[in-house]
């Protein structure tokens, strides 16, 4: 059974830091690229980064570039995303996504003073 189980949510205020994990069991994690997305209220889903399975290749998000970072333990079946300098417009629930095909069930994000 594919399960995606995020954690590490919370709420934070402005300029802080969060980090996300997201542990991955049921497939061959090492053979995914791995993104995490983030939905707002009212707003689309959207990308926020993604992390290639083999070369470690990430891409972000214009707006979250040089504050988020997408790592990966292969040996822990696990994908991170390191949240700093956290603004209010990121308050979302963040979802990690094996691509192709799995979705974790969502962590909330909440950055209010």
């Known amino acids: 059974q594919v399960q995606l189980v995020e954690s590490g949510g919370g709420l934070v205020q402005p300029g802080g830091s969060l980090r996300l994990s997201c542990v991955a069991s049921?497939?061959?994690?090492?053979?995914?690229?791995m993104r995490w997305y983030r939905q707002a209220p009212g707003k689309k889903r959207e990308l926020v980064g993604s992390?290639?399975?083999?070369?470690?290749?990430?891409n972000y998000a214009d707006s979250v570039k040089g504050r988020f970072t997408i790592s990966r333990d292969n040996d822990k079946n696990t994908v991170y995303l390191q949240m700093n300098s956290l603004k209010p417009e990121d308050t979302a629930v963040y979802y990690c996504?094996?691509?192709?095909?799995?979705w974790g069930q969502g962590t909330q994000v909440t950055v209010s003073s």
């Open positions: 049921g497939f061959t994690f090492s053979r995914y690229s």
């Open positions: 996504y094996a691509n192709p095909g799995y």
């Open positions: 992390l290639s399975s083999t070369e470690g290749t990430t």
